[in-house]
T-cell receptor, first 114, second 115 residues
Framework: AQSVTQLGSHVSVSEGALVLLRCNYS??????LFWYVQYPNQGLQLLLK??????LVKGINGFEAEFKKSETSFHLTKPSAHMSDAAEYFC????????????FGAGTTVTVRA | EAQVTQNPRYLITVTGKKLTVTCSQN?????MSWYRQDPGLGLRQIYY???????DKGDVPEGYKVSRKEKRNFPLILESPSPNQTSLYFC??????????????FGPGTRLTVL
């Protein structure tokens, strides 16, 4: 079985500061990992994904994440926050053989201070 | 334009009154899925479908039914809704990639309140 834990339900950052969202996973097989973003009153949009190729994955809107097997982590970062990054972010995991079955974390809400 | 549509977007109903939330995709994807989103719990998968007439339970299927008679449509049925099914529901259409991984295209959501 697969699961993820997102550390911190709320993160507040200043505009221009580093954004760091933490995700740790548990999986009985080498996992696929995903980050999704949800803007207010909208559905989820894929930011980036790891599927066992490069461990540093670059996504849309300047976000990137690094897969660290030894730490069972897949933290999401962005060097400089913009006001438009205010949203809820979800980490998700699946097994490669059943990658249509996603297990999501509880989500982290990001607020950006001017 | 590739999209997933859900209807209705908002629904208030009463306990025990059967309802259906429709979901339609225009991307010709074989896989589709339903999720519910609750504060502090993230999204949890209710049911998924691998193709027409092929469906299976997700993590929280109790109280829900689905059908997949056509590739584009995947309705969610609550035969006897209860207040604990008050939630935000998302349908997703899934593009599976040969190279691995997938991309799930989410609908705009349906906010359901059961009184």
């Amino acid at each position: 079985a697969q699961s993820v834990t997102q550390l911190g339900s709320h993160v507040s950052v200043s505009e221009g500061a580093l954004v760091l969202l933490r995700c740790n996973y548990s999986s009985s097989v080498p996992p696929y990992l995903f980050w999704y973003v949800q803007y207010p009153n909208q559905g989820l949009q894929l930011l980036l994904k790891y599927t066992s190729a490069a461990t540093l994955v670059k996504g849309i809107n300047g976000f990137e994440a690094e897969f660290k097997k030894s730490e069972t982590s897949f933290h999401l970062t962005k060097p400089s926050a913009h006001m438009s990054d205010a949203a809820e972010y979800f980490c998700a995991v699946s097994a490669p053989s059943t990658d249509y079955k996603l297990s999501f974390g509880a989500g982290t809400t990001v607020t950006v201070r001017a | 334009e590739a999209q997933v549509t859900q209807n209705p977007r908002y629904l208030i109903t009463v306990t025990g009154k059967k309802l259906t939330v429709t979901c339609s995709q225009n991307m010709n994807h074989e896989y589709m899925s339903w999720y519910r989103q609750d504060p502090g719990l993230g999204l949890r998968q209710i049911y998924y479908s691998m193709n027409v007439e092929v469906t299976d339970k997700g993590d929280v299927p109790e109280g829900y039914k689905v059908s997949r008679k056509e590739k584009r449509n995947f309705p969610l049925i609550l035969e006897s809704p209860s207040p604990n099914q008050t939630s935000l529901y998302f349908c997703a259409s899934i593009l599976r990639l040969v190279a691995g991984g997938n991309e799930q295209f989410f609908g705009p959501g349906t906010r359901l309140t059961v009184l």
